[in-house]
């Protein structure tokens, strides 16, 4: 006979999700470059699908100087809700800001916790500020790098 375990809320929620990496800041001098984890907003989604059900979690958002989302779970028939604020993006702006309050206010129910336990990771840069490897090849994909490394 199977064994299935059941899962708890919070080990659903924590579950590792998929990441990738990406620049966060540069050196002064401008020759190399801090890289950290990310995930996606989408990827949070999908996380809420499996963990409570479509019909269990939503998100609202509010402007009070920042933007505030409001990432609110059914559990036991009650909503109960966490909130945090996003910044914009320097590539999207007010789209970017609505997915950083959105994964942030995931972070406070325990999805995607897990990356501040992730080391920082460094790359060179070339004269351009591209992101290259040791022997000066361009990195199109810090992701793909850091996985073969």
């Known amino acids: 006979m199977e064994n299935k375990k059941e899962y708890t809320l919070t080990e659903k929620l924590t579950y590792a999700i998929p990441y990738k990496w990406k620049i966060q800041s540069k050196s002064k001098d401008g020759k190399k470059a801090q890289c950290v984890a990310y995930i996606d907003a989408r990827d949070v989604m999908d996380l809420l699908d499996r963990a409570v059900g479509i019909e269990n979690w939503r998100d609202s958002y509010r402007r009070e100087g920042s933007l505030i989302c409001k990432l609110e779970l059914r559990i036991g028939g009650e909503w109960v809700a966490k909130e945090d604020t996003g910044v914009p993006s320097p590539f999207e702006g007010e789209k970017g800001e609505f997915s950083d309050a959105f994964k942030r206010a ?6 995607g916790r897990f990356l501040y336990d992730l080391d920082f990771k460094w790359v060179d840069l070339d004269t351009y500020g591209n992101p290259v490897d040791k022997a000066g090849a361009r990195i199109w994909d810090l992701t793909d790098y850091f996985n073969k490394l």
């Open 106 to 111: 995931a972070v406070k129910w325990g999805i």
